[in-house]
């Protein structure tokens, strides 16, 4: 079955940097776009980053020049590097993966990994 094991999450200084990895499996994983969300509290989830299966990159607006997405096929693993942490960023940050079923889609979710950023 799909799993998305997210990790790397913590508490971080304004400033201050963070690498997020997204482990999966039950699919071949580098035919897929992989991407990150995040939700704070009381805020709809939001996509922060996306990657395609060729590696193109997409970020939203608020995290350009500041967060990088990458992954590596051989460990099946999707990363989020996170640098110049604002604490905006604070909020539960979720792994994504839209696996396709005939004509139809179905998303797979991480468990999330907590990111606090505060001084």
């Known amino acids: 079955q799909v799993q998305l094991v997210e990790s790397g999450g913590g508490l971080v200084q304004p400033g201050g940097s963070l690498r997020l990895s997204c482990a999966a499996s039950?699919?071949?994983?580098?035919?897929?776009?992989m991407s990150w969300y995040r939700q704070a509290p009381g805020k709809e989830r939001t996509l922060v980053a996306i990657i395609g299966a060729a590696g193109t990159t997409n970020y939203a607006d608020s995290v350009k020049g500041r967060f990088t997405i990458s992954r590596d096929n051989a460990k099946n693993t999707v990363y989020l590097q996170m640098n110049s942490l604002k604490s905006e960023d604070t909020a539960m940050y979720y792994c994504?993966?839209?696996?396709?079923?005939?004509?139809?889609?179905?998303?797979?979710w991480g468990q999330g990994s907590q990111v606090t950023v505060s001084s």
């Open positions: 039950g699919f071949p994983f580098s035919g897929y776009a």
């Open positions: 994504n993966v839209r696996i396709v079923y005939g004509n139809s889609f179905r998303p797979y």
